[in-house]
């Protein structure tokens, strides 16, 4: 993840960019009219254009709003995910493998353990006290064993495992008749509706303000601390900056999915792949990518089988090899 690595040629760029968007909005259609139920396409499209029809409470009020939030959610996570990557200079992190995932479930699940009636919003600050307490103990890993990238990694495997373990005592003991459900401890976007939808947008635009105003010194962290800080630029705040809108999206978005994990391994890592390490191109492909990812996964996730299978067991299925696919790497090209 060098700064020095040679970006692709402009044009592989412009088609990777406009294939990857293509996959998206491909994708997003077949999440709409593709699902249990089985209706037929002339019902769906009936449905989406006059908005009647026998499948149109179910496209219109389940399937779509679910679609947007699997785009949003894929923004969210492929955004944290480079940020964790280049703030920790660490190939390997993302959000759910940092801990930061399981953090944020299992601050969800105290808070809902005390008041089960709580709201969103107090949701949303459960789950970013949960994701930033993790995150922190991690970062003291990294402080004391000089962020090893594997040693970091381990740290968060144990966090987010202690987590989640916590979460589901919690679940079981308090909560399992709570609307959640269990898909939740594990991640889905069964729970996403029209008010899920509109209320990841927050996170989602957060995340891409920050990207778009702060994207140009993220080569400068790459280069190294003393030659940032020669070019005007503090890497600690700067660090600290992309680390806690990272938590802080993350945290939010836990509270309406549940812990998903990989996606923001898995799309920075592709991103790079297909156009380099150039950081304004990496960070734009890097969103079409991750909600590739999330929307491909969703699907086999509902499809695959009769009952649907937990969003976050799937992007596993998928993200695991490739985690060890970087592992079996040299440390040098990871």
């Not at 995932?101 to 969800?108: H, R």
Request: hydrophobic share 55%.
């Amino acid at each position: 993840m060098s700064a020095g690595e040679i970006s692709k040629p402009i044009f592989l760029y412009k088609r990777n960019l406009l294939l990857t968007i293509l996959a998206a909005t491909a994708l997003f259609i077949l999440e709409i009219y593709i699902g249990p139920g089985r209706y037929p396409a002339r019902q769906v499209t009936e449905a989406l254009i006059h908005g009647r029809g026998p499948a149109a409470t179910v496209i219109l009020d389940i399937r779509l709003p679910r679609a947007i939030g699997a785009v949003l959610t894929g923004v969210i996570l492929g955004i944290s995910g480079l940020l964790l990557q280049v703030s920790l200079r660490n190939p390997l992190a993302e959000p759910y493998l940092l801990g930061v995932s399981g953090g944020a479930s299992l601050g969800v699940m105290a808070a809902l353990a005390l008041a089960p009636s709580l709201g969103y919003m107090a949701m949303d600050i459960a789950g970013f006290i949960g994701a930033l307490l993790a995150i922190l103990l991690v970062i003291l890993v990294g402080e004391l064993t000089g962020y090893n990238v594997y040693s970091v990694i381990l740290a968060g495997v144990a966090v987010g495992g202690m987590s989640a373990s916590l979460a589901i005592i919690i679940y079981l003991a308090k909560l399992e008749t709570h609307q959640l459900g269990i898909l939740w401890i594990y991640g889905t976007l069964s729970l996403v509706g029209w008010s899920e939808a509109l209320q990841l947008l927050v996170p989602a635009l957060l995340a891409l303000v920050y990207l778009a105003i702060y994207y140009s010194k993220f080569n400068l962290l790459l280069l190294g601390d003393e030659q940032a800080a020669s070019m005007g630029v503090s890497p600690k705040a700067l660090r600290r900056g992309m680390i806690l809108v990272s938590t802080i999206t993350v945290g939010m978005l836990t509270s309406y999915t549940g812990p998903i994990g990989f996606i923001g391994l898995m799309s920075p890592h592709i991103a790079r792949m297909l156009v380099g390490s150039e950081v304004r191109r990496l960070s734009i492909l890097t969103i079409p990518v991750a909600a590739d990812l999330t929307l491909i996964s969703d699907l086999l996730a509902r499809n695959i089988l009769p009952g649907e299978i937990p969003l976050g067991s799937m992007t596993a299925l998928l993200g695991v090899p490739f985690f060890l696919y970087l592992l079996s790497r040299r440390p040098a090209e990871t």
